[in-house]
């Protein structure tokens, strides 16, 4: 199979295909690495700021991670500055060419993108299968939503911009509750404003941004629906979500979020059926 700079193969191992990165970067110095990863705030245009990824490493925790002597994966959050600390290695040392306007590395969402897909898989394909995991198939949901009112981990807080807050209002009091909660880093709140902006094509790259925020923070639902590099977030997906979301809400007797997502759902199905409707040019 074809070798794509940059880019994990998605298959073998996980470690060989973290070195094969880093030798695409050209195997650059720790020290510049560590650098880097001091100054990601500054080097990259980041949607929202990045206050619970490492803003130090050591060259010991490197080398750990590169020689695969950690008894684990690498935590997203480290994955993420590694990726990024490197990619602007390679920029500075010419591997890979820098945007004109920002100096980041070119397609580095993607490439970030990728990487946490890739680690996501590797991590599900180590962990032993589980009563938790994978509940009997005539009582499981397709797709699998978490329907507790919260999960993963704490994330970045992150605050909405005003046409994003305009567009949750949209679907009733909820998304004032959803954006009060995501500026606290509660990853459910930011997965759940993810699904409804989804469904707006307007809002297609912040609602990518806010999934990778979540899965960043280890929200499994949020992970299901960050689509392969270059692609878009999938619309039947996403309904299917806020379908799943609406019905839990409703079980807990939670209408206003029920409410929400019944309107967020309905509008991705009014959108899917006007892009699958036939022109009409008017002449009969």
Known sequence: MAHHPFLPSGH???IAELQRFRADCGDPPYPGVISNVERLETLYPLRHPRKTLPTTLSASAISQVFSGSR???PSAELLAVLVLAHLYCAVENGSVQGDPDTGAPRHWQEILQAWQARRRQAQLAQRPPSSDDQ???DHRPSPTVNTAPSGG???DPVHPTEPELETLSAHGPYGAVLAERARDGDSHAIYQIAVILATNPYHAAGALAYLLDATAAGHLDAAELVPSPGQRVDHQR??????ELARAAEARGDQAA???FRSCALQAELGETSAAAPEHDGSD
């Open 12 to 14: 073998g191992d996980f």
């Open 258 to 260: 029920a409410h929400a």
């Open 238 to 243: 996403v309904r299917a979500h806020a379908g």
């Open 153 to 155: 981990r704490r994330a």
């Open 71 to 73: 008894p684990r994966l």
């Open 135 to 137: 509940p009997p198939a």
